[in-house]
């Protein structure tokens, strides 16, 4: 077991591989026939790139597009592709090579001569598109060629004048490098015409970067006091201060070797922000293969800190480390950093593990931050106790009561797997774990660590426990307060302090508390009217369902008609399955009387929720010609995630749009998440009041 985590790097990596090959087509082409000569045909082959995407041409000299013809003795080609516009490669000093990119729109040209009067024209199309935005992404992407022709039913046309109008329609368009074009100013300026968020997208990465950077910190303070770690920090000390009769210099050293180790830590961070990119994370958080993925490694680093086995480097890896570092130095400095992350690897893999999945699932910059919190705490004892050598004294001892940490650590990550297993579970409709089944096993989790830190259960590489002492009773104590708190969820309690951590209560089988009367309920007002009596039963409700007794719709057409026969404004909910911050605002602002009374009983509720991998019949697929990336969208969620790009300019969730029954938004703000309720009332009531003028008119 003890390469097992270079088992799980290989698996990761072929994850990001599958992940590539689900990225939607950036380059898309349309393909057209036409005779040009006694049996001769041209080929016309137009590419279209997404916004600030680009294709190289036929002279790049590192990835040019490459037309690959099925050898056939129906046809064979005439002379070689060419390209419109005729772009002519420059020197790219970054690449270090002649580059040749479309910014635009092209259309290539093949001539083929047919041995017949019916063919059929095979082949594919080679190439690189990369992204002009900070993200700076490339893909290679494959485009095949199945074209039927039948030369009696094709319109004919002259070659010159195919050359003629190729040359007229197609320019060389220049590359912005951030400058406003006619187009971005336009997209812009219907972006600003549909929605406004007041900011509230950009508050809540500020503080999601914020949160993930001490929850990363605390996590580093932990991995201090492991059995790998603590017994390294007196000999790190003694050795700068006893390596150099300068003391300072000693210091100075020991400083370097500080930030040496955040170095190396950010490190991983970035390679993992680097490698993934912004688009990754809506796959991690959504899809199934990566969330049972995260759920066996964090089963597996359960087990590794239950003393069922113990992961490491190869001793390779460490013994050549260790040699750089005997060089001195910074440069030995460094590599004595790298030494002691790769020695304290099997207490620390596990909580980097954690930290960077949880992070890679928001923003691009959550893992370098958390890296950098991680780094910062691993790294604070090392320095300081260089500089204050005296406070050495006060260090606790080493002792199984580290064990002890680990053990814990363990129960925390054993709780934490279920979340991912929950989401896959929520997004493909499995009915594995329902909300009460996911308590349970919470309860039984915390329960158990419960009664390991009163010292009832032992572990393998755990000491006597002779007597329990005061830290240990107040954790045993806060553990047992967690585990009453969680039993009344498993009867209908909202638990609103886990609210985005555990399944919502639409998952629960069985609610006590509404069956009798003690919650969940509208006592404070009177319901207007039964919506699904009059509106006829939601589509997809046999696997979506509203919280709070809300009746909500979870298709968008059969919403609107329901709303234009009740004559009610609609509210919109772009939510997701996996996402935790649309549980929190269901369970800590909708489930508030002021809103939960307007959302009943003055407007058409419609989820969509962009995650859902519910398939859909093919007449309600979103044509790939329809969609904003071109592909097909063939499953409830990816079709809900198309239409909020495409028309509402934005692909985070919760979203909460408010419009009329035909459509039309009816106020320009929208909502994101923001828990405060006043001011979620005050934007429904501006719809509601927007609805009414409307009605006037």
């Not at 045909?41 to 590192?62: A, F, I, N, R």
């Not at 006091?225 to 300068?246: A, N, Y």
């Not at 650590?409 to 297993?421: D, H, W």
Request: proline letters at 4%; hydrophobic letters at 45%.
């Amino acid at each position: 077991m003890k390469h097992l985590s270079f088992l799980f790097l290989t698996l990761f990596i072929s994850m990001s591989s599958v992940y590539a090959q689900m990225e939607p087509q950036r380059i898309h082409w349309k393909m057209n026939v036409v005779k040009t000569g006694e049996q001769e045909v041209t080929l016309q082959m137009e590419s279209t790139p997404d916004e600030h995407w680009h294709l190289y041409g036929l002279k790049d000299e590192m990835y040019p597009v490459y037309f690959e013809y099925a050898k056939s003795t129906n046809y064979s080609t005439v002379d070689s592709t060419i390209e419109f516009p005729e772009i002519e490669a420059s020197y790219d000093e970054l690449m270090g090579a002649n580059r040749a990119q479309f910014n635009g729109k092209a259309l290539f040209i093949q001539k083929f001569k047919l041995e017949s009067d019916t063919a059929t024209i095979k082949g594919y199309i080679d190439y690189q598109t990369c992204i002009t935005t900070e993200d700076g992404r490339c893909l290679l992407e494959k485009q095949d060629i199945d074209i039927p022709v039948n030369i009696n039913d094709i319109q004919e046309i002259s070659y010159d004048n195919i050359l003629a109008d190729a040359k007229k329609n197609y320019k060389i368009v220049e590359e912005t490098h951030g400058e406003k074009t006619e187009s971005d100013i336009k997209v812009k300026e219907e972006a600003e015409e549909i929605v406004t968020d007041g900011g509230e997208t950009d508050d809540l990465k500020t503080k999601s970067l914020w949160a993930i950077f001490w929850v990363a910190f605390g996590a580093g303070l932990i991995a201090i006091f492991t059995p790998c770690v603590l017994p390294m920090v007196p000999m790190t000390v003694t050795f700068f201060m006893k390596g150099s009769e300068d003391k300072g210099k000693g210091k100075r050293q020991a400083l370097f070797y500080g930030v040496s180790i955040i170095i190396i830590f950010m490190l991983i961070g970035t390679i993992v922000s680097l490698t993934l990119g912004p688009s990754f994370a809506q796959w991690l958080s959504t899809h199934w293969l990566p969330n049972i993925f995260f759920f066996v490694i964090f089963l597996v680093f359960a087990a590794a800190f239950f003393g069922m086995f113990e992961l490491r480097v190869p001793n390779w890896m460490i013994n050549k480390s260790d040699k750089q570092a005997d060089k001195g130095g910074l440069f030995g400095t460094f590599f004595m950093a790298f030494t002691l992350v790769l020695v304290s690897f099997s207490c620390t893999a596990p909580i980097v593990g954690a930290i960077l999945v949880m992070a890679a699932q928001g923003d691009v910059m959550q893992p370098l931050i958390g890296m950098l919190g991680f780094g910062l705490a691993f790294a604070l004892p090392f320095t300081l106790f260089a500089m204050f050598p005296k406070w050495l004294n006060s260090m606790p001892k080493s002792g199984g009561w580290m064990n002890g940490i680990k053990v814990i650590l363990g129960f925390i990550e054993l709780a934490l797997s279920l979340k991912f297993l929950s989401v896959a579970d929520m997004t493909y409709h499995w009915g594995l774990l329902d909300r009460e089944i996911y308590l349970a096993l919470w309860i039984a989790i915390f329960t158990l660590m419960g009664l390991y830190l009163l010292g009832k259960i032992k572990f393998a590489h755990d000491s006597d426990l002779p007597f329990l002492k005061v830290p240990r009773l107040a954790l045993s104590i806060i553990t047992f307060a967690f585990v009453v708190y969680l039993i009344p969820g498993m009867f209908g309690a909202p638990l609103k302090a886990l609210s985005g951590w555990i399944p919502p209560m639409a998952t629960h089988d069985f609610n006590l508390m509404e069956a009798g009367g003690m919650g969940g309920g509208h006592s404070s007002f009177k319901v207007k009217e039964d919506i699904y009596s009059k509106g006829g039963t939601p589509k997809y409700a046999d696997v979506i369902h509203s919280p709070h007794g809300i009746q909500g719709y979870y298709d968008y057409e059969q919403g609107l008609e329901v709303a234009k026969k009740l004559n009610r404004p609609v509210f919109i909910d772009f939510s997701g399955h996996g996402c935790v911050n649309c549980r929190k605002m269901e369970e800590q602002v909708w489930n508030e009387d002021p809103v939960l009374k307007r959302l009943i009983n003055d407007f058409i509720v419609i989820q969509l929720y962009t995650d859902d991998r519910t398939g859909l019949a093919e007449e309600d697929w979103t044509p790939a010609n329809e969609s904003h990336d071109g592909v097909e969208k063939k499953t409830l969620g990816d079709k809900w995630a198309d239409m909020q790009i495409k028309r509402f300019k934005r692909n985070s969730q919760p979203q909460y749009i408010l419009l009329n029954p035909d459509g039309e938004m009816l106020i320009k703000e929208t909502r994101g998440f923001n828990l405060d309720v006043d001011e979620y009332v005050k934007f429904l009531d501006d719809g509601i009041e927007a609805f009414k003028k409307s009605q006037k008119k």
